[in-house]
């Protein structure tokens, strides 16, 4: 039995693919699989998959396109042998001793998660890699009132907790916030959260990734905590809203509509913690530099 099962959802990705399995490839631990469910990609991924084959153990399952990655990836769980399910977006990669590094912990931990940097086009000038931290007990309210800190691709789940709260929500209104549904789901049930504190991979930016920008995205924002919401405690509804708002406002400053965005900014200074009230600040001291210049 393999430790890991490495899960890779694709839609026409097939340079991104290459340079993904590539970092597969070189992993110093080797007692891992790979499911890749293609999305229904219209370009030369099965080819590019074709050349991995007999180089690293792959299964390959074709479906046709659902729209959105939760689909494929709980496909591709289904289909997984390891203990662990270890989630790797196709146009990301890892270090060579991403799965090494992981293997003392697994005894002793449901959730653990690292470092990713972002790289590739587009990439932030001010931070080198995604915001992610240790995640304090209990986990729920941490997720709930601190935001999520959990990068997917830096992540790896127990199947059986992963099968324990029924896989990836598939629900459309959420989608591309069904990874920090996940990690809600879970945290409910486990607090055997852990955090390596270094990056043990990319995260790529670039013109096709997956940010939505609109108000669909803030009533998904809405959805998931008004789903959980119910679930925390009422001493917590404060500092939950804040971080909720945070996130819409990062929204609203996407889309360019600054009054709303530094409306929120302003609420989300009565955060609890310092590190988030200096975050709103800068965001407002931000948006007025755009706007003065």
């Known amino acids: 039995m393999v430790d890991f099962s490495v899960i890779i959802a694709t839609y026409n990705r097939e340079n991104y693919l290459r340079e993904c399995l590539n970092s597969l490839l070189f992993q110093t631990y080797k007692n891992f699989e790979i499911v890749i469910v293609d999305d229904g990609s219209t370009d030369n991924t099965e080819?590019?998959?074709?050349?991995?084959?007999?180089?690293?153990?792959?299964?390959?399952?074709?479906?046709?396109?659902?729209?959105?990655?939760?689909?494929?990836?709980?496909?591709?769980?289904?289909?997984?042998?390891?203990?662990?399910?270890?989630f790797l977006?196709?146009?990301?990669?890892?270090?060579?001793?991403?799965?090494?590094?992981?293997?003392?912990?697994?005894?002793?931990?449901?959730?653990i998660y690292h470092k990713l940097k972002y790289f590739g086009s587009g990439k932030p000038f001010y931070r080198i890699n995604i915001p992610s931290r240790q995640v304090q007990q209990p986990v729920f309210i941490d997720l709930m009132t601190r935001g999520n800190s959990i990068p997917l691709s830096g992540a790896i789940i127990r199947k059986k907790i992963f099968t324990r709260v029924n896989n990836f929500d598939e629900d459309v209104s959420?989608?591309?916030?069904?990874?920090?549904?996940?990690?809600?789901?879970?945290?409910?049930?486990?607090?055997?959260f852990f955090f390596?504190?270094?990056?043990?991979?990319?995260?790529?930016?670039?013109?096709?990734?997956?940010?939505?920008?609109?108000?669909?995205?803030?009533?998904?924002?809405?959805?998931?905590?008004?789903?959980?919401?119910?679930?925390?405690?009422?001493?917590?509804?404060?500092?939950?809203?804040?971080?909720?708002?945070?996130?819409?406002?990062?929204?609203?400053?996407?889309?360019?509509?600054?009054?709303?965005?530094?409306e929120l900014y302003k609420k989300s200074l009565e955060a609890n913690t310092l590190k988030q009230k200096i975050k709103s600040a800068l965001r407002i001291l931000l948006i007025k530099c755009k706007q003065t210049f």
């Not at 990301?92 to 992981?102: A, V």
């Open 47 to 86: 080819n590019v998959v074709t050349e991995f084959i007999g180089s690293l153990s792959i299964k390959y399952i074709k479906t046709s396109n659902a729209g959105y990655p939760a689909v494929p990836r709980n496909i591709a769980a289904q289909h997984a042998d390891g203990e662990w399910l270890c």
């Open 89 to 111: 977006d196709s146009d990301d990669k890892w270090t060579r001793n991403k799965l090494q590094t992981c293997l003392p912990l697994i005894n002793d931990y449901d959730v």
């Open 174 to 192: 959420i989608a591309g916030l069904e990874d920090y549904d996940l990690w809600l789901k879970a945290s409910k049930i486990t607090d055997r």
């Open 196 to 262: 390596i504190p270094i990056a043990l991979g990319w995260y790529r930016m670039h013109a096709n990734s997956i940010t939505e920008t609109s108000f669909r995205q803030i009533n998904k924002i809405n959805i998931v905590y008004e789903k959980y919401l119910p679930y925390l405690a009422l001493s917590y509804h404060k500092q939950a809203a804040i971080i909720k708002d945070y996130y819409i406002a990062i929204v609203y400053e996407r889309m360019k509509n600054f009054k709303q965005a530094i």
